[in-house]
């Protein structure tokens, strides 16, 4: 990035209204209060080693997860950001059983909701190792003036008016789509902003995959022939392909966006619906995936196409490189 030469996120966020004929400047204030959120989260996850902040929080999140002190932080952060807004009249996030409703008069006239996981990677906190923030934002389906209802969440990812991810790594970058390409934006520290560093990013065809392998034996027949496809030696082919996992989805999800290759997550003995949520994690990559001209499936069908049946629904996940989704669909119809 040029320093005499950047462009902030809400300088592009401003910017960008003149693609949405009508905006009043509601989704602008509302990315931009997530990027508030993201600063603050950045700060506590970089001095995660120096403040009580690593560690388990004592407590059992509806997912029966055991969270952790920074995954309260960060929902605390963002659930304020955005009631702080007057840009959100509710909430739905991985941490709480039931959707958070904002009851303020300003909040109340809001028309936007949001579905968040605020702390991708849970498990990674304590080893340092890349973590992520994921949100995706509707425009309600109730009267406005009045209180948001289960259904307003409930709605298919082709609904989604923007949605996005932060990633908490070497550099802290917001990566985001309103449905006309994605942008990334890297925090530059010096100027506590985040800046524009990766225009209209593009996912070019892939030749890596990331899966848990070690799940390999509970996974379906299809992504057990996709996996051997995959280490199939065939200099003719240029295989094999390379296996990249680090089991954090924002983290593997960012370097396949960039470079090229897939995320699965299939369904497993333990976790026959699949394990990662439709609302707050498949949804929003979906729709950053194929703004970036990737693809995302459930194995047989478009993951933006269901009709959520719970806030907390669980689905099987694929989503990365077109030619590799392609194909991972092509194993487990066959």
Same mark, same amino acid.
């Given at each position: 990035?040029?320093?005499?030469?950047?462009?902030?996120?809400?300088?592009?966020?401003?910017?960008?209204?003149?693609?949405?004929?009508?905006?009043?400047?509601?989704?602008?204030?509302?990315?931009?209060?997530?990027?508030?959120?993201?600063?603050?989260?950045?700060?506590?996850?970089?001095?995660?080693?120096?403040?009580?902040?690593?560690?388990?929080?004592? @407590?059992?999140?509806?997912?029966?997860?055991?969270?952790?002190?920074?995954?309260?932080?960060?929902?605390?952060?963002?659930?304020?950001?955005?009631?702080?807004?007057?840009?959100?009249?509710?909430?739905?996030?991985?941490?709480?059983?039931?959707?958070?409703?904002?009851?303020?008069?300003?909040?109340?006239?809001?028309?936007?909701?949001?579905?968040?996981?605020?702390?991708?990677?849970?498990?990674?906190?304590?080893? @340092?190792?890349?973590?992520?923030?994921?949100?995706?934002?509707?425009?309600?389906?109730?009267?406005?003036?009045?209180?948001?209802?289960?259904?307003?969440?409930?709605?298919?990812? *082709?609904?989604?008016?923007?949605?996005?991810?932060?990633?908490?790594? *070497?550099?802290?970058?917001?990566?985001?789509?309103? =449905?006309?390409?994605?942008?990334?934006?890297?925090?530059?520290?010096?100027?506590?902003?985040?800046?524009?560093?990766?225009?209209?990013?593009?996912?070019?065809?892939?030749? &890596?995959?990331?899966?848990?392998?070690?799940?390999?034996?509970?996974?379906?027949?299809?992504?057990?022939?996709?996996?051997?496809?995959?280490?199939?030696?065939?200099?003719?082919?240029?295989?094999?392909?390379?296996?990249?996992?680090?089991?954090?989805?924002?983290?593997?999800?960012?370097? @396949?966006?960039?470079?090229?290759?897939?995320?699965?997550?299939?369904?497993?003995?333990?976790?026959?619906?699949?394990?990662?949520?439709?609302?707050?994690?498949?949804?929003?990559?979906?729709?950053?995936?194929?703004?970036?001209?990737?693809?995302?499936?459930?194995?047989?069908?478009?993951?933006?196409?269901?009709?959520?049946? *719970?806030?907390?629904?669980?689905?099987?996940?694929?989503? =990365?490189?077109?030619?590799?989704?392609?194909?991972?669909?092509?194993?487990? &119809?066959?």
């Amino acid at each position: 990035m040029n320093s005499y030469n950047l462009t902030t996120l809400i300088e592009f966020i401003i910017a960008k209204q003149a693609d949405f004929p009508g905006a009043k400047g509601e989704l602008s204030r509302l990315l931009y209060s997530i990027g508030v959120a993201a600063k603050m989260i950045n700060k506590k996850v970089n001095k995660a080693g120096l403040v009580d902040i690593l560690g388990t929080a004592g @407590n059992i999140n509806i997912q029966g997860e055991e969270q952790k002190k920074l995954d309260v932080f960060a929902d605390q952060q963002l659930i304020g950001s955005l009631k702080a807004s007057g840009e959100v009249c509710g909430v739905a996030s991985e941490e709480n059983d039931e959707i958070v409703v904002f009851d303020h008069e300003m909040s109340k006239d809001a028309k936007y909701l949001v579905c968040m996981d605020p702390l991708d990677g849970s498990s990674n906190i304590d080893v @340092n190792v890349s973590i992520g923030t994921i949100f995706s934002i509707y425009r309600r389906l109730s009267p406005r003036g009045t209180k948001p209802g289960l259904e307003d969440f409930l709605q298919e990812g *082709s609904k989604q008016i923007a949605a996005g991810y932060i990633i908490y790594g *070497s550099s802290t970058m917001l990566v985001y789509t309103t =449905g006309k390409g994605v942008n990334g934006f890297t925090l530059d520290p010096s100027l506590g902003e985040f800046c524009l560093s990766h225009e209209h990013i593009q996912t070019p065809p892939g030749s &890596m995959y990331s899966i848990n392998e070690g799940n390999y034996l509970a996974f379906p027949e299809g992504i057990k022939r996709f996996i051997k496809y995959c280490q199939d030696v065939d200099p003719a082919n240029k295989r094999p392909y390379t296996s990249r996992y680090i089991g954090s989805l924002v983290a593997d999800f960012h370097r @396949n966006l960039l470079k090229g290759g897939i995320f699965l997550y299939p369904q497993t003995h333990k976790n026959p619906e699949g394990k990662l949520r439709l609302l707050y994690e498949c949804n929003p990559m979906a729709f950053l995936a194929e703004q970036a001209g990737g693809k995302a499936s459930h194995g047989n069908g478009r993951i933006m196409d269901i009709v959520p049946g *719970s806030l907390h629904q669980r689905i099987p996940f694929y989503t =990365g490189s077109t030619n590799m989704v392609d194909k991972v669909e092509e194993f487990l &119809m066959a």
